[in-house]
C-alpha cells in the first residue's frame, strides 16, 4: 500500500512540478511588468480574493467532504455512484453560477472589505478604484475554480489523481501570455501604483481565462475516467443530505480561514500603502514567499495526502482504526522526508531564491525583505505539513465539528500575533516588515495547531507501535541542518570567489547549494537509517532510464 500511495503521489507530483515552475514564470513576468510594491499588491489581492470567495462559500466543502462521501458511492452503489455524482455535479455548478454572479454584482463592498486603513485617505482614490475595477474583473473566477475542483475530485475519487494536478499548467499559460502582452504594450514599474482601463482588462480578464483553460482541460479525463455526465437535479433520497450535515462544519472551518485571510491581506497592502519611503515587504512579498513554501507542499504534501484520503477513508469505513494510524503516520513521515530539508533550504538560500523569482525591474528594490519573509514562513513548514495530514485522518472518519473548533483556536492565535507584530510592534516608519511579521505569526500558529490537534486526535486514533513521527523528523532536522549549513558554505565560497549579481548568478548559487546539500543529506540520513528517506530515494531512482531498464 505504502508503493502505491508513493506511485500515485509521482503521479501528480510530475504535473505540480511543472505547474508550479511556470508559476513562478508568472510571478517574475508580474515583478518585471508591475512591480513589487503597491501597484502589484492591489492587482494581487484581485486576483486572490474570487480563489478565497470560492474556498469560504463551497471550496472547503466540495474538497474535504465529498471524496469520502464519493468513494462510498463508488464502492457501494449499484450503479458505481453515477446518479449520486451527477446530482452532486449538478447542484454544485447551480450554487457555483448563483454565489458568482452575487459576487460580481457586490465587487465594491468585497473590495473595500480587503482595503487596509491607509487606502482609506480620500488622496488613494484612484488606487481604491483600480482594485474595485481588477476584484470585478477576477470574480468570474468563482465559477471556474468551484468547477475545476468539483470535476477534479470525481476524477480523484476514481484514482484518476494526474490530471488535477496538470491541469494547472494551462492557466498558468494563459496568465504569463497575458501579462508578456502587457510588458510589450504597457508601461512597467510600480510608480504610480494604478492602472490603465487598458491593463486593468488585459490583466483582470487573462487571468481569468486561464482559470476557465485550467476546467476546460479536465472534461476529456471525465470521459475517459467512464463518467458520463447528465445534469440531474433533486437531492432526495441521494443521501447528500448527510453530506450537507458534514459541510455545516467545514463551511464554518473555512469561514475561520478567511477571516484570517481577510485580517492578514489587510495588514500586508497596509505594509506597501504606508508612506514608510524605501524597500517594502507587503501582499505580493508576503503571498510570493508563501509561493514558494507551498512548492514542496503541493508537490509532496498535498500529493500523498491526496492519494492517501481515499484509503484512509475506506480504511475507516471498515473499522480498522490501527491501519488508518498507520497509513496517516507513514505518509506523514515519507512527505516529511522531503519537507524538512526543504524548509532548511528556504532558510538557508532565502536571498537567491527570491531573487531569481523577483529580481527584476523594479523588483530588486525589495529583495531582501522579501528574503526574510521568506525565512519566517519557511519555519511553519514542518508543522503546517503535520496538521494538513491530521486534519485528513480526521475527515476519513466523517468528522468535520473537530476541525473547526482547532481551526478557531490556530485563527485566533494567527490574528492575535499578526495584529500585535504589525500594529503594535511596528510603527508607522517601520510598516515594511509588515510581511516578515506576518510569516511569523503563520508559523507561530501552525505550531499551536499541531500541539492542540495531535492531542485531540489520540481519542480517536491510538497510538500505534512503530507509527510515530517523533524520533524521525528530530533525524530528518538534523540532517537537514547540517547538509543546509554545508550547502551555505559552499555559496559563501563561490560568493567570495564570484562577485557575481542578479538572477543569473542567484540561479547558479542555488544549483551549487542544491548539488551540495541533497547526497549531504542523503548520506546522513542513511547513518542515522531514516528509512523514509530511502524509500523516496529508492521510488525516484527507480524512475531513471537505466535503472528502469535494469529491472
Not at 537537514?480 to 567570495?496: E, F, P, W
Request: aromatic residues 8%; glycine residues 8%; proline residues 4%.
Amino acid at each position: 500500500m505504502a508503493d502505491r500511495t508513493l506511485r500515485s503521489a509521482a503521479v501528480m507530483a510530475a504535473g505540480t512540478v511543472l505547474s508550479r515552475l511556470l508559476g513562478f514564470v508568472r510571478i517574475a513576468l508580474l515583478a518585471a511588468a508591475i512591480g513589487t510594491a503597491l501597484r502589484s499588491d492591489i492587482f494581487t489581492a484581485a486576483n486572490t480574493i474570487p480563489n478565497s470567495l470560492y474556498i469560504l462559500l463551497a471550496g472547503g466543502v466540495f474538497n474535504t467532504v465529498l471524496v469520502p462521501q464519493l468513494v462510498r458511492a463508488i464502492k457501494n452503489h449499484d450503479d458505481g455512484g453515477r446518479d449520486f455524482t451527477n446530482r452532486l455535479l449538478t447542484f454544485g455548478f447551480v450554487l457555483l453560477a448563483v454565489v458568482t454572479v452575487g459576487c460580481v454584482l457586490l465587487a465594491p463592498f468585497i473590495a473595500e472589505l480587503y482595503m487596509p486603513r491607509e487606502l482609506q485617505d480620500p488622496s488613494r482614490a484612484s488606487e481604491r478604484e483600480s482594485m474595485i475595477v481588477l476584484v470585478r474583473l477576477c470574480l468570474p473566477q468563482i465559477f471556474f475554480y468551484g468547477a475545476f475542483v468539483l470535476v477534479g475530485q470525481v476524477l480523484n475519487a476514481r484514482r484518476r489523481f494526474g490530471p488535477m494536478m496538470w491541469a494547472p499548467i494551462a492557466n498558468n499559460i494563459v496568465a504569463c501570455a497575458s501579462i508578456v502582452v502587457f510588458l510589450l504594450i504597457y508601461r512597467t514599474g510600480d510608480t504610480p501604483p494604478t492602472y490603465s482601463h487598458g491593463e486593468e482588462l488585459l490583466l483582470g480578464l487573462g487571468h481569468t481565462f486561464g482559470i476557465a483553460v485550467q476546467l476546460l482541460v479536465l472534461l476529456p479525463y471525465l470521459r475517459a475516467s467512464g463518467h458520463l455526465y447528465a445534469p440531474k437535479f433533486g437531492l432526495r433520497g441521494t443521501g447528500l443530505g448527510h453530506t450537507a450535515r458534514l459541510g455545516i462544519w467545514t463551511l464554518l472551518f473555512v469561514a475561520v480561514n478567511q477571516v484570517t485571510l481577510v485580517v492578514v491581506t489587510k495588514l500586508a497592502i497596509a505594509g506597501s500603502a504606508s508612506l514608510d519611503p524605501g524597500a517594502k515587504a507587503g501582499l505580493f512579498a508576503y503571498s510570493t514567499a508563501m509561493l514558494v513554501i507551498l512548492v514542496p507542499h503541493g508537490i509532496v504534501t498535498v500529493s500523498l495526502a491526496t492519494a492517501a484520503l481515499p484509503q484512509m477513508s475506506a480504511l475507516a469505513a471498515d473499522g480498522d482504526v490501527t491501519e488508518v494510524a498507520r497509513l496517516a503516520a507513514r505518509s506523514i513521515r515519507q512527505t516529511l522526508a522531503i519537507v524538512v530539508p526543504a524548509a532548511a533550504a528556504m532558510i538557508a538560500f532565502a536571498y537567491p531564491i527570491m531573487t531569481v523569482i523577483a529580481g527584476y525591474g523594479s523588483g530588486k528594490n525589495n529583495l531582501n525583505l522579501m528574503a526574510y519573509t521568506l525565512m519566517a514562513l519557511a519555519f511553519g513548514l514542518v508543522p503546517f505539513t503535520v496538521q494538513y495530514f491530521q486534519l485528513r485522518t480526521f475527515y476519513a472518519f466523517e468528522d468535520t465539528r473537530t476541525p473547526f473548533f482547532l481551526q478557531c483556536a490556530i485563527a485566533t492565535t494567527n490574528i492575535a500575533a499578526a495584529l500585535i507584530g504589525v500594529r503594535v510592534i511596528l510603527d508607522q516608519e517601520h510598516l515594511r516588515f509588515s510581511g516578515v511579521m506576518l510569516g511569523a505569526a503563520f508559523s507561530v500558529s501552525y505550531l499551536v495547531a499541531v500541539l492542540l490537534s495531535r492531542r485531540v486526535l489520540a481519542r480517536t486514533v491510538p497510538r500505534v507501535h512503530g507509527a510515530g513521527i517523533g524520533l524521525p523528523l528530530v533525524a530528518m532536522v538534523i540532517a537537514a541542518l547540517l547538509a543546509a549549513g554545508i550547502g551555505r558554505g559552499a555559496v559563501m565560497l563561490l560568493n567570495s570567489a564570484l562577485d557575481w549579481k542578479g538572477p543569473l548568478a542567484a540561479l547558479l548559487q542555488l544549483a551549487v547549494g542544491a548539488i551540495v546539500m541533497l547526497p549531504v543529506y542523503v548520506g546522513v540520513a542513511r547513518v542515522l537509517r531514516i528509512h523514509e528517506v530511502t524509500d523516496v530515494v529508492s521510488v525516484v531512482t527507480s524512475k531513471l532510464p537505466g535503472r528502469r531498464r535494469r529491472s
